[in-house]
């Protein structure tokens, strides 16, 4: 199983963007962060086939998690972003249909795309 995670960039505070990943058929998926110098995090996650999510708390109802399992896509979209979530974004897919917030809990990673706010 490969993923490949895009739609990293650099933004202003305050912007919107809109990662996507590619989303093996029933497999839960997620989306974790690392920034520099620090370890990676739980970001969001959806299980399959979709409608259950968990976010984690500093995500504030800025973050959507979102899948389309005709195109094989997964979605982060990302509102009212602020300097703190500036990191490196990776998906995950774990071989289960559950969420889970635990990164071991996920067996295949993509490659990771950069997110950079601005001010």
């Known amino acids: 199983v490969q993923l490949q995670a895009s739609g990293g960039g650099l933004v202003e505070a305050g912007g919107s963007l809109r990662l996507s990943c590619t989303a093996p058929?029933?497999?839960?998926m997620g989306w974790f962060r690392q920034a520099p110098g620090k370890e990676r995090t739980f970001v969001a996650s959806?299980?399959?086939?979709?409608?259950?999510?968990k976010y984690a708390d500093f995500v504030k109802g800025r973050f959507t998690i979102s899948r389309d399992d005709a195109k094989n896509m997964m979605y982060l979209q990302m509102n009212s972003l602020e300097l703190e979530d500036t990191a490196v974004y990776y998906c995950?897919?774990?071989?289960?249909?559950?969420?889970?917030?635990?990164?071991?809990?996920?067996?295949?990673w993509g490659q990771g795309t950069q997110v950079t706010v601005s001010s």
């Open positions: 995950a897919a774990r071989r289960t249909s559950g969420i889970s917030s635990y990164s071991s809990h996920f067996n295949y």
């Open positions: 058929g029933r497999y839960a």
């Open positions: 959806i299980n399959w086939p979709g409608g259950i999510t």
